[in-house]
């Protein structure tokens, strides 16, 4: 196990997590079963008191998260200094089968409490509050992804070994290696492209159209295009190597800290396109598609300010 300074901050916020988490758990539960806005009764009154403090930990628990989430990545660069083998996160990432899972958690529990404050907003937008029950529903479902991913982290730095031999995110991210990874490596970079491009050009002419249900599919799918071709290809001309596909080397100060910037533009064009299916709000879907632009626009660059200045693509 590896305790830094760092890690007991983690380990201290998830415990307040916790705690906090469970009363607006609790509480949510008495609100879904007991609400009713309709009545007078002393209950209800007391109910729409503890809908205002649940909202109010719900907020303060994103707001404190997803920073954290970036101090995440942050604490596994960092103590990937400390690991025989590991040159950056994903050594730390790799070190324990709980790495992979654990970023899955942490990127679905950022998507669900953004779509709970947004459900908050609009049941706060009408006087008689209609999704007051839904919204905390939702939480109530929430809330066990966001024990598993407290649970999970837990025992993810925990079973850190700092004495055992890890492997770099050369090894990691090659089409020679053994992990699951490593298929990625075997399909044609041009059809990622086609496929990636294809995506965004439809997503394009979804919001033109204004067809919001198949602009969300279109936002989920291009999450996943987009990780996978910034592995793949575009990744290499962030490096330029041709060889280093590892999608967290570019968090680093050597890159400018690009990938901070890549990640946060595609995961906000992703996050606010699909909840525009669920909440139909044009200033969403302006800003997903804005995003989106963004973070495509600033993928191509690489490769093409590459190309104008060596004559040749990687």
Sequence with gaps: MILTPEILTIFILNGIFFVFGTVAFILSIKIYLGWDIDSTSQKQYKLEKQSFLTATIIKYIFAIKLPLFLFFIFVLDKISNVLVGAMCAAG????????????????????LFGFWLMLHKLDNENEDLPYTRLKYGFFIISYFLFLIEIIVET??????????????????????????????????????????????????FAYLFKARFVYSVLSSIFLITSIVSLIVFFGTYIYELPTHHCPFCFLQK??????????????????????NSFFNKQNYLKLSIYF???????????????YINNGVWL
Aim: net charge negative.
């Design 92 to 111: 730390v990432v790799d070190a324990t089968e709980y790495g992979i899972y654990l970023f899955v958690f942490k990127i679905i529990n950022l998507y």
């Design 155 to 204: 025992i993810m730095f925990a079973a850190i070994d700092p004495s055992a031999m890890v492997s770099c995110c050369g090894t990691l991210y090659s089409s020679t290696s053994a992990s699951y990874i490593s298929n990625l490596f075997t399909v044609d970079s041009k059809i990622l492209l086609v496929m990636f491009y294809g995506n965004f050009l439809f997503i394009v």
């Design 254 to 275: 050597d890159y400018y800290y690009i990938g901070y910037f890549l990640y946060t533009t595609l995961f906000l064009g992703t996050f606010f396109g699909i909840a």
């Design 292 to 306: 989106i632009i963004i973070y495509t626009l600033m993928v191509t660059l690489y490769p093409l300010v590459y």
